[in-house]
């Protein structure tokens, strides 16, 4: 069997001296540590060529054997937006009081979620993930992605930051069990719903939780398990999430 190679070109590496190197580290440590997750959306729209330059961002993402196993499917019809709000307040009404176990519902209760998702219809764009489980060449026959998950939760990823970057905001929301989505995008069946994301400005005046996240002591260690950070800075313990 033969095998269709790529063409490889040399790459053009950027290299910078270590200054300018922990001069970017900094900056972009210091702006996506201003992210939030916004469950609050103002009404404006933002120009529709930003969220696709977002989503072009997104899909420079590594995917296994190069398959790039995701579509990204942008709403904007307050009906279809409606009737994904309702959609998914019902099966999160379900979540809430019957499947969730005490646990959860513990866990969740600090940030004072609930099943009811006004942002489905306030954001003026909701971008719905779908990772594509196989592929189907041109004749129609499936062929095998390789890291589906992976691949996709990369792009996403890094489609969080793209939005940040420019300045717009966004929630990760995945309402359990997703295949109302499938239905009301008519999306084929080898696309299954990975996450949705409302996106759009805060609404002026909106509040967030002031949660902390872990330091650098916490989360990196040396494979020895020691943490290579022992006196690292602790103002990590007041930065939000």
């Known amino acids: ?92 009404k379900e979540n809430y009081e019957n499947r969730f176990p005490p646990e959860w519902i513990e866990a969740l209760a600090p940030l004072g979620t609930s099943g009811e998702k006004p942002f489905l219809e306030d954001a003026p764009y909701l971008v719905v993930v779908f990772k594509e489980s196989y592929g189907v060449d041109a004749a129609g026959g499936k062929t095998t992605n390789y890291y589906v998950n992976e691949s996709v939760g990369i792009a996403c990823g890094l489609f969080i930051a793209a939005l940040h970057n420019m300045g717009l905001a966004t929630l990760t929301h995945t309402p359990s069990p997703m295949g109302f989505l499938s239905e009301l995008l008519n999306r084929p069946p080898n696309e299954k719903p990975y996450i949705l994301f409302p996106v759009g400005y805060p609404l002026p005046g909106t509040t967030v939780p002031d949660l902390k996240r872990k330091t650098l002591e916490e989360v990196v260690q040396n494979n020895d398990g020691v943490s290579p950070h022992p006196r690292a800075s602790t103002r990590g313990r007041h930065n939000k999430r």
């Open 1 to 92: 069997m033969s095998v269709k190679r790529y063409k490889f070109d040399t790459y053009e590496f950027e290299r910078v001296d270590v200054p300018e190197m922990e001069r970017r580290a900094n900056a972009f440590y210091e702006l996506m540590n201003r992210r939030r997750s916004v469950r609050d959306f103002s009404t404006e729209v933002p120009p529709r060529r930003c969220i696709d330059l977002a989503i072009r961002a997104a899909s420079t993402a590594p995917s296994g054997a190069h398959r790039q196993p995701w579509r990204f499917v942008v709403v904007d019809d307050p009906a279809l937006k409606k009737a994904i709000r309702e959609a998914a307040e019902e099966e999160e």
